[in-house]
């Protein structure tokens, strides 16, 4: 699977970390982060991953800032977008059983690399349920 990667300042550490997890699983990454801890504006680097999600360069996307919230207010701005925030497993699971989120997003101030490693690797072995959640993902379109 085709995976971006994106971040802003606050995560870099983070965003190799779960680069080098998702390489070692297999996958294929694009990073579209920051690459230093030099302050930078999550919003483009959110929409940056977002936008390649929905144009079909990668299959789903993963994004990361402080508290994976402005990161992901801004994925979610991107038509055909569906990213949730996920601090712990059973929101990732959920995230794709019920609303078919196509990205997710985590806080590097919130949770450590085993819990997003833990969390990526839930969310990347649930399937959508479809049934009364395809409509309900219908609505949101």
Same mark, same amino acid.
């Given at each position: 699977? !085709?995976?971006?990667? @994106?971040?802003? &300042? @606050? ?7 779960? !680069?080098?997890?998702?390489? =070692?699983?297999? &996958? ?9 801890? +030099?302050?930078? =504006?999550? *919003?483009?680097?959110? %929409? !940056? ?11 789903? #996307? ?12 801004? *994925? =979610? %701005?991107?038509?055909? /977008?569906? $990213?949730?925030? $996920?601090s712990e497993p059973v929101s990732a699971?959920? @995230?794709? +059983? &019920?609303?078919?989120?196509?990205? /997710?997003?985590?806080? *590097? ?8 490693? =833990? /969390? ?10 479809? #049934?009364? &959640?395809?409509?309900?993902? #219908? $609505?949101?379109?």
């Amino acid at each position: 699977m !085709k995976i971006v990667i @994106s971040n802003d &300042h @606050s995560a870099v550490w983070l965003k190799n970390e779960i !680069k080098e997890y998702l390489r =070692n699983l297999g &996958h294929e990454v694009l990073d579209y982060g920051a690459q230093t801890p +030099e302050r930078c =504006n999550y *919003a483009v680097y959110g %929409k !940056k991953a977002a936008q390649a999600v929905a144009d079909g360069v990668a299959d789903k #996307g993963i994004v990361i800032c402080g508290t994976g919230i402005g990161i992901s207010i801004a *994925a =979610n %701005k991107v038509r055909g /977008i569906r $990213c949730a925030v $996920c601090s712990e497993p059973v929101s990732a699971r959920l @995230s794709r +059983e &019920h609303n078919d989120a196509n990205m /997710i997003a985590f806080g *590097a101030r919130i949770i450590g690399v085993e819990m997003a490693k =833990n /969390i990526v690797s839930v969310w990347l072995d649930a399937e959508f349920a479809g #049934g009364i &959640h395809l409509e309900r993902v #219908g $609505c949101i379109e």
